[in-house]
């Protein structure tokens, strides 16, 4: 940013009178200012004036130089998918957008105002093909109440889409926004359990948890990153970490999300899991009334 002529002729002025050199040759008290010792008409004055104002128009040109440099990169800037799911994250509701930007205008709002008002807590954005071959970007959104994920409500989501559709999105380029409840799992797994630990009802024996299997499978849903992939040995490795739990043996993985079923065949993301299964909504919770988990003794 330009300086002002003031602190240019300043920086100038003080450095010039500091030296020992000029005191002498001119007999200068040593502490006094520029401006104590030669009048605003003296030839040095006027000579510092002008060097001042060049040095001024010039740190002004490169200011604007700056300024129309940046406005050309923003255009011809390629967005990836991270700067579609970080735009995602920085949406305020609420907030009004400057104008020609992309950026929201947070004037008079407290840094209180505006964190609250970032109600996209996760996102993705991820590529999709049409069914007339065309590439769609796909951003999924949601918000959060407590510990829990939730879909954005209709007007959020509304405005959400208003302003991708309106300021953040490149010319040409299809994008969706989505922000839908958690998909369903339901599995059956045995667990092989330490009688010394648990009880046939998978409760620990010195009262201290209730469903601690059960527990720990719905805190291994939540600890999955946001569009992430639920694996199967990586479940098994978590159920066989709870303290109680001797081996364990999961027989099956199910999950639906919208009008699919535990049924649904053909789907990526829908029916029975073979290894792998990405959440539709991007997150996952256990369907505890259709999961089914057998205590057994673990007889070594």
Wanted: net charge negative.
């Amino acid at each position: 940013m330009a300086r002002s002529l003031e602190d240019i002729k300043g920086q100038m002025t003080s450095a010039f009178i500091a030296d020992g050199t000029i005191q002498e040759l001119y007999g200068l008290t040593p502490g006094n200012t520029f401006e104590q010792e030669f009048s605003k008409v003296s030839l040095e004055n006027i000579l510092f004036n002008i060097v001042a104002f060049a040095i001024w128009s010039l740190e002004n040109l490169w200011d604007l130089f700056r300024s129309e440099i940046n406005t050309e990169m923003a255009k011809q800037r390629v967005h990836t998918k991270q700067w579609y799911r970080q735009k995602a994250l920085d949406f305020q509701y609420g907030f009004p957008v400057v104008e020609d930007t992309d950026l929201f205008d947070n004037t008079g709002a407290t840094e209180e105002q505006i964190e609250a008002s970032k109600i996209i807590k996760q996102a993705a954005c991820i590529k999709m093909i049409s069914g007339s071959g065309y590439g769609i970007l796909r951003i999924k959104a949601a918000r959060q109440q407590g510990e829990e994920l939730q879909p954005l409500t209709e007007p959020q989501l509304l405005a959400v889409k208003h302003y991708f559709d309106r300021y953040a999105v490149d010319a040409g380029t299809q994008l969706i926004v989505t922000s839908g409840v958690a998909d369903d799992v339901k599995m059956v797994v045995d667990v092989y359990y330490d009688p010394l630990v648990l009880g046939s009802n998978g409760a620990r024996l010195d009262g201290t948890a209730q469903a601690p299997v059960k527990e720990g499978i719905k805190d291994f849903l939540k600890s999955l990153e946001f569009n992430g992939a639920l694996i199967i040995d990586d479940l098994q490795r978590k159920i066989r970490s709870i303290d109680g739990v001797k081996t364990v043996k999961i027989k099956e993985v199910r999950s639906k999300y919208s009008a699919y079923t535990y049924e649904t065949t053909g789907v990526p993301n829908a029916g029975l899991v073979d290894e792998i299964r990405i959440a539709d909504a991007g997150y996952m919770k256990l369907d505890e009334d259709n999961t089914l988990i057998t205590y057994k003794p673990f007889n070594e």
